[in-house]
């Protein structure tokens, strides 16, 4: 067996850039900010021992790219995530598609396409800036039919398809830039864009049809308890939200209201948000060390004796100062009863950053590899 100090050597030798990274075709249907290149949990999982009988766990799992890589070492995993949107994507990523998916997809599609009975909008704040008329009838004529399945793991697969089109659809200029500009779409246009992003995702589940199971939660992180997990953790891989970077409530905001979700409640709980830090009695690092502390002490509770914690992080500024969050993560995992074994640092490819974050600092992100020993 390889020993401990081997085993950091290797991993401290291996290239974390993977600057030739390709973003996979399951992973590029839906936008999700910040989430991980598959390669690092990919990376972590096959060298990384594991102890028996025991899952991988991602308590912020976004987009779900760790659950996915753990599917495909054949391990269980469980993730965690506050923002509905994220945990419809790995729901769906992780599930079996039903071999009905395409044919249900394409007849609400030729529903839609023929629909003739009036529209009942839903009230969602200032939705006539950011929605043309005959869009906003076009999403809500998808959504009823779509809420009609009665199987709901197509119906998610469905949503999620709803879920990849909402920018695209609206006037915002972009899924980074919060700008209305002109749009030329029209009812038609949305039902054949929800179309061909079903057909994007049948064919990337075809060849990503994956048993292990993966159980997904929707849940605010910090009240995470033993019964929410039920087993050993062996393996925490993931990248936590930090002061001041990406705001995942605003980023997903239009699309939670239409899916019938409250995009202000989730914005309450997100860690590192940056209006709570903006306002007036603003959150300070010391509120993200003391969120930092106590995950870390309930992961730390929650993992298998010898299991490795992983958390990739970047630096933020608050008002000017830079805040070392990868030295916050180290030191919370120490009080927590974890030892750190490791810093790594890695460099980001400039394209892949999905916003313009001048004020945060993202040329650079560290992996922390902590162990209950
Ligand atoms: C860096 S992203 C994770 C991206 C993920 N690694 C991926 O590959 O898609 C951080 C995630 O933390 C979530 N988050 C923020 N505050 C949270 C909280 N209090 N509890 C659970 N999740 C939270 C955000 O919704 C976001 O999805």
Request: positive net charge; hydrophobic residues 40%; glycine residues 4%.
């Amino acid at each position: 067996m390889i020993s401990e100090d081997n085993l950091m050597k290797e991993l401290i030798s291996l290239d974390w850039d993977f600057s030739d990274s390709k973003t996979e075709s399951l992973h590029s249907i839906h936008p999700y900010p910040a989430k991980f290149i598959p390669e690092i949990p990919r990376c972590l999982i096959q060298n990384l021992p594991i102890p028996s009988n025991t899952i991988i766990l991602d308590p912020f799992c976004g987009s779900g790219v760790t659950l996915v890589e753990s599917q495909r070492a054949g391990i269980e995993s469980i993730g965690i995530d506050l923002n509905p949107i994220a945990t419809l994507l790995s729901t769906v990523k992780t599930q079996e598609l039903s071999p009905q998916f395409l044919e249900i997809a394409l007849k609400v599609f030729s529903k839609c396409a023929t629909y003739k009975k009036g529209v009942i909008i839903p009230p969602i704040p200032n939705l006539d800036h950011w929605f043309k008329k005959s869009v906003q009838e076009g999403i809500t004529i998808l959504l009823t039919e779509i809420n009609k399945i009665k199987d709901e793991r197509i119906a998610n697969a469905l949503r999620f398809c709803v879920s990849s089109i909402i920018v695209r659809v609206s006037n915002q200029e972009s899924d980074t830039r919060y700008a209305a500009v002109e749009n030329h779409l029209e009812r038609n246009d949305v039902f054949s864009l929800f179309k061909l992003s079903a057909e994007k995702l049948w064919n990337a589940k075809m060849h990503n049809q994956l048993e292990v199971p993966s159980r997904i939660i929707n849940k605010d992180s910090l009240q995470l308890t033993k019964a929410d997990i039920g087993k050993k953790v062996g393996l925490v891989i993931t990248s936590p939200p930090y002061p001041n970077a990406y705001e995942y409530w605003l980023y997903h905001k239009y699309r939670m209201w239409w899916l019938g979700f409250d995009p202000l409640e989730v914005k309450e709980s997100e860690i590192g948000a940056r209006a709570h830090y903006f306002k007036k009695n603003h959150q300070t690092a010391d509120d993200f060390i003391i969120q930092m502390e106590k995950l870390l002490r309930s992961l730390a509770s929650l993992c298998a004796k010898g299991a490795f914690v992983c958390f990739v992080i970047g630096q933020s500024k608050i008002h000017g100062e830079i805040i070392e969050n990868e030295k916050i993560i180290a030191n919370a995992a120490l009080k927590g009863g974890l030892t750190h074994i490791a810093t790594i640092k890695r460099m980001i490819r400039s394209g892949r950053k999905s916003f313009n974050l001048s004020h945060a600092r993202i040329k650079e992100e560290f992996i922390v590899i902590l162990q209950k020993q």
